[in-house]
């Protein structure tokens, strides 16, 4: 009997049949992944960044890196995590066969996820924020001079945000120390479903408002013109940011799947699946951005400034814009979980700790990094790293650098180092799957195409192109 039945008859639990926590159904596994890669990336960062490069023509971009460079990297990610079951760092020391340090890549995506961690938990505080103010009327205004101001308000104050931030913090860390499968798998197979829900509901008010059909040109008619190669590394960087690759959070997901699952056939649908949610966040929101006539490149600020007061003048928009708000929240968990469990599966196999400890010392440790970015526009915002506040220096440092150097790292590790035995073995299951031929390209992609294109999107972070 597979050693997941034994588990799904409740005789015992995954820990106890394989030593290791682990997902246990193969929707749950696709659940977990989807709610990692679905996130504050696809209603927020998104629609601002396809709002500010012209609509249409970025998406188009963004779907070719999705192709060329993020599910190749993340089948990748899946395929080393389940071969080598371990967290990030002991996984490319197990695999790597030379002297070389290739944990090392493993190493800077935990510190990534510390990172990203910092300023996303205080995004997902504010969204928080913003789900009681507009429970209590307190966003319902058309004029997004009054909505910004409330923002500010909100960002402003140095106790509240690291209040809001400290709770994120703890709603997530709750769900991880019920561990892998019954705190994982169980709350994104939950809360994926209602996120679909939601949105489609406010995608459909969106696109029936009067006027929407302009939002909906802006969507889907390509302005070839608005495309620059600033555009194109824009799309690229939002593909590593948007899967969750580049930094083993990928790799300690697939250390938790089932030895029997498609990996590539996983990763397509992940991300088809969070394009479409992409895509149904735009749909929710441009439509009735310009039916209002409002700007749709109002950058960082779009989710919190233009977006209450869009909805604000809609029929029943108060009631719209609490649902969007909590469908935003719901997004960001998934997400929240994944940056997190990178680091506690590590420190947990590192220092033999137990869940919980492991889970403590990653919940402080994310809170005291993220109060500088809680911080940084009150206390610390004249606090400047390289010229920027903490918030924006760990933005641009992890979706400009980081990502990049562990995705370009991850090519090279696969491709050259492990080799093209190894990968087949892995994702065709031991040649179980007939998915020879999209695994040898996939292979070739990982090989010989990704890691020039995200050489280009490093070079280009590292500033050595000037457009
Ligand atoms: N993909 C998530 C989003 O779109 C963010 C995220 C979660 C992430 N885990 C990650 C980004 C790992 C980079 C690496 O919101």
Known sequence: MAEEEIVLKGTKSIKEVVGRDQFVSKLGIIMATLGSAVGLGNIWKFPYQTGSNGGAAFILLYIISVLLIGIPV?????ALGRTARANAVDTLKKLSPNKIPWWLVGAIGILSSFIIMAYYTEVAGWVMAYIFKSMGGGLLSTDPGVTSAAFTSLITQPVASLIWQAVDILLVTVIIVFGVSKGIENATKRLIPILLVLLLAVAIRSVTLPGSSQGIAFLLKPDFSKITAATILTAMGLAFFKLSIGMGVMITYGSYFRKDQD?????????GSDLVIALLA???????????????????????????????????????MVVFFILTYIASIGAQISLMEAVVTYIEEQFKLRRLWGSIITAVGMALVGSTAALSNSTLANFKILGLVPFDFFDVLSSNYLLPIGGFCLCIFVGWVWGKKNYLAAVTNEGALSNAWFSQALFYIIKFIA???????????LGVFHF
Not at 451 to 461: A, D, M, R, T
Request: proline share 9%; aromatic share 10%; net charge negative.
């Open 451 to 461: 890691p020039v294109l995200v050489l280009v999107v490093l070079l280009n972070g």
């Open 263 to 271: 990996i590539p056939g996983t990763a397509l649908q992940v991300a």
């Open 282 to 320: 735009g749909v929710a929101i441009f439509p009735a951005v310009f039916a209002y006539g409002f700007k749709p490149d109002a950058g960082a600020s779009l989710l919190f400034n233009t977006i209450p007061a869009v909805f604000a003048s809609m029929p029943l928009g108060n009631l719209f």
């Open 74 to 78: 993340m089948v990748s990610e899946l």
